[in-house]
C-alpha cells in the first residue's frame, strides 16, 4: 500500500511545542520527508529521515522509527508565520514521493 | 544556483478544450522531473515522472499527458479537459545525482480550473 496517516489538524498557541504525527505502510519506503505548505504555495522541504532517529533542523526536528512505521515532525518555540499545512511523504527510489493528506496547523497568540 | 519556473500560475478553461502547462529548470542538468496534482484541502499525487529527454513515466491513469522535449523542460498537455482535471498543479525536480534524499525542489504552481 502507498498511504500515510496523518492528522487533519492541530491547534497550539505561539511560544509552545507541538508534535505531528505520520504513519505509513512499508511498501517501497526508502525514508521519511517532511514538508510546509502555506496557503495558495509551494511545498516547500523541511526534513528527511533515512535512517531511524532524530534530525533536528533550528526549531524543526523530525523522527523516524521504522520497526513502528511511524515518524514526526516536532516543531519547537512555534511562531505565527508557523501557520500552514505540513505534510509526510514516503520517499520512494528516485526521490519519487508519495504524499499524505497533510495536517493543517494553526498557530495561535 | 537552480531555479525552476512553471507557467501559467493561474487558468481558467471550458470543459473539452485543451490545456498546455510548461515547466523549466535553470542552473542544473539532466534533473528528475515530476508533475503533482494537489486537489482542494488535499496531498499531492504523483502524476508523471522523467529521468531523462523522452522518458515519461505515468503514476495514474488519467486524461492528461506529459513531454520532456528538452533536458530542462517539461509539458504537461491534455486534448479535452474535464471538470475532474481541476486542481494545483506542481512541477518539481531532484538532482538525479542524490536520488534519495527525500528532497524535491517545486515551482510556484498553476491553478487550473475547469468550467
Known amino acids: 500500500g502507498q498511504s500515510l496517516e496523518q492528522p487533519s489538524e492541530v491547534t497550539a498557541v505561539e511560544g509552545a511545542i507541538v508534535q505531528i504525527n505520520c504513519t505509513y505502510q512499508?511498501?517501497?519506503?526508502?525514508?521519511l520527508s517532511w514538508y510546509q505548505q502555506h496557503d495558495g504555495g509551494a511545498p516547500t522541504f523541511l526534513s528527511y529521515?533515512?535512517?531511524?532517529g532524530l534530525e533536528e533542523t533550528g526549531r524543526f526536528s523530525s523522527f523516524l522509527s521504522r520497526s513502528d512505521s511511524y515518524g514526526y515532525l516536532l516543531l519547537q518555540e512555534l511562531q505565527m508565520k508557523d501557520s500552514a499545512s505540513y505534510f509526510c511523504?514516503?520517499?520512494?527510489?528516485?526521490?519519487?514521493?508519495?504524499f499524505g493528506t497533510g495536517t493543517q496547523l494553526k498557530v495561535e497568540l | 544556483s537552480q531555479t525552476i519556473h512553471q507557467w501559467p500560475a493561474t487558468l481558467v478553461q471550458p470543459v473539452g478544450s485543451p490545456l498546455s502547462l510548461e515547466c523549466t529548470v535553470e542552473?542544473?542538468?539532466?534533473?528528475?522531473l515530476y508533475w503533482y496534482r494537489q486537489a482542494a484541502g488535499r496531498g499531492l499525487q504523483l502524476l508523471f515522472y522523467?529521468?531523462?529527454?523522452?522518458?515519461i513515466s505515468s503514476e495514474v491513469p488519467q486524461n492528461l499527458s506529459a513531454s520532456r522535449p528538452q533536458d530542462r523542460q517539461f509539458i504537461l498537455s491534455s486534448k479535452k479537459l474535464l471538470l475532474s482535471d481541476s486542481g494545483f498543479y506542481l512541477c518539481?525536480?531532484?538532482?538525479?545525482?542524490?536520488?534519495?534524499?527525500?528532497?524535491?525542489?517545486f515551482g510556484e504552481g498553476s491553478r487550473l480550473t475547469v468550467l
Open positions: 511523504a514516503k520517499g520512494g527510489g528516485g526521490n519519487k514521493l508519495t
Open positions: 522523467s529521468v531523462g529527454i523522452g522518458q
Open positions: 518539481a525536480w531532484s538532482p538525479t545525482d542524490r536520488p534519495n534524499t527525500g528532497e524535491l525542489f
Open positions: 529521515n533515512g535512517l531511524d
Open positions: 542552473g542544473t542538468s539532466n534533473p528528475n
Open positions: 512499508t511498501s517501497g519506503f526508502y525514508g
